[in-house]
């Protein structure tokens, strides 16, 4: 098809723009960018979608979420309030994540993602954690992301805070969903390693983690030094800071992705950067837990290739890339901050991140790309081009624009109507599983 009729802005670091712009996509993938009226005259028997003056962007992505955390909002815990970020994992992650059954992971899977499709998400990558039901878990994350029609990269929070067992399920867990997303090689899921954290973590779980990444000829997708916890307990228990810990156990590559990355020193950042190894910033969980402020502008100098994720607090991008922004300037304390990092984090980074979990181009419009694509509706009150993108985009666009979403040539959402799925009936269901669940806590 061909679609097409407004500005156009295909992304990346050119951000290629065109006043009327037009894509035609074949087989869910992008064709060719031109302008729309040409597309149609060299193509007039093709199907066309006129968008009639709305923009055209680039599908939103996510590098670090957690869709099981659905069942926390408005969840209250008995006792005082957590005051660490340690007690706020042992007290309501640990306890919430320990409690879902397999019906609970799917259910609390589709909410978010839906939330995606509202918001113009279309791809994320999901680090997921279920010790009370580890086998089958990651397909039946699986299961939502096919029905929703979304693009996700999933893998299963390793950890031995319940046991050898359970750790070993999870590593199994892992070995068993990478190897069958490789049989499938369906261009809409994709698989990596998860595990949750150096604290968490012992040395032998590690050293057999890396074992069979190696023999699976993959990287991990992990927290790393989000807590001061974190790197207290890796220089007590093992004298080493988090990232110099798992430098030693072949963690860290470009195929790997580390979540947060706040409490890191000199040496750290260059282990990082040394050994490719990607990032994964969350500006609102870092500040809703007060754990503190990633060293962006340190990582971008240093080239580390760092992007942007929600770690599960929300699905919609446009509101964290905003916050991202907001923070920088206000971290640094210095008000000129945020335009060259956050809009590098986001419309550089997330799709070289992407790029190296998917075979073709995510989160940029470009010939050979996966047609994943967002419709505005945003009627803006100054010129709208290249040049004022950015301006547009850190102060003005929102979810509440999104008209239609667009994954592989296929819309997901047309006009602000969701075209496969009933979001009533997922909230409903979703509702009766969150008491049952509350009332197991």
């Known amino acids: 098809m061909i679609i097409g009729g407004g500005p156009l802005f295909c992304g990346g670091a050119e951000n290629r723009t065109l006043p009327v712009g037009g894509l035609r ?18 193509y007039p028997k093709e199907e066309s979608y006129d968008t009639e ?9 996510c590098a670090h979420h957690h869709l099981y955390s659905t069942f926390a909002r408005g969840i209250s815990l008995s006792g005082e309030a957590p005051a660490r970020f340690g007690e706020i994992l042992e007290r309501l992650w640990w306890k919430l994540d320990k409690a879902l059954t397999l019906e609970d992971i799917y259910v609390s899977a589709l909410v978010p993602l839906v939330e995606c499709i509202r918001s113009g998400t279309t791809a994320i990558l999901d680090h997921h954690a279920s ?15 096919s029905e929703t029609g979304l693009r996700a990269c999933l893998c299963y929070e390793v950890s031995d805070r319940d046991g050898a067992r359970v750790a070993q399920a999870g590593l199994e867990e892992n070995a068993s969903f990478i190897a069958a997303t490789r049989r499938t090689d369906s261009p809409y899921l994709r698989a990596t ?20 990444a190696e023999t699976l000829e993959c990287g991990f997708h992990i927290h790393a030094a989000e807590g001061v916890e974190d790197v207290e307990d890796s220089l007590r228990r093992y004298g080493k800071r988090v990232i110099e810990r798992l430098s030693d156990f072949g963690i860290l590559g ?31 969980s870092n500040m809703n837990n007060a754990v503190g402020y990633a060293p962006i502008p340190a990582m971008i100098q240093r080239g580390i290739l760092a992007g942007l994720g929600t770690d599960g607090m929300t699905s919609d991008l446009f509101a964290e890339l905003r916050l991202a922004f907001l ?18 984090l986001y419309l550089v980074n997330n799709p070289r991140i992407f790029a190296r979990f998917f075979p073709h181009p995510i989160g940029i419009l470009t010939p050979g790309g996966y047609a994943d694509l967002v419709v505005l509706d945003y009627s803006p ?14 102060f003005a666009l929102s979810s509440r624009h999104v008209d239609s979403t667009m994954v592989g040539g296929r819309f997901l959402m047309k006009e602000r109507k969701l075209l496969a799925l009933d979001e009533n009936e997922i909230a409903a269901r979703s509702r009766e599983l969150a008491q049952k669940l509350w009332r197991r806590l």
């Open 25 to 42: 996509i074949q087989e869910g993938l992008v064709q060719e960018v031109a302008p729309f009226g040409e597309l149609l005259l060299r």
């Open 53 to 61: 003056g709305k923009a055209i962007i680039p599908g939103m992505t």
């Open 131 to 145: 010790p009370g039901a580890v086998a089958g878990s990651l397909q039946a994350i699986a299961r939502a992301v």
């Open 193 to 212: 390693f998860g595990l949750h954290a150096s604290l968490s973590l012992s040395n032998q779980t590690l050293e057999r983690a890396q074992e069979l």
């Open 254 to 284: 470009p195929q790997t992705l580390a979540a947060h990355c706040i409490h890191l020193e000199e040496r750290e950042l260059d282990l990082l950067a040394k050994s490719g190894t990607m990032v994964a910033h969350n500006p609102s």
């Open 327 to 344: 923070l920088e300037k206000h971290a640094t304390g210095d008000p000129r901050q945020g335009w060259g990092d956050i809009s590098t």
């Open 381 to 394: 009150p100054t010129p709208f081009n290249r040049e004022t993108f950015l301006g547009h985009l850190f």
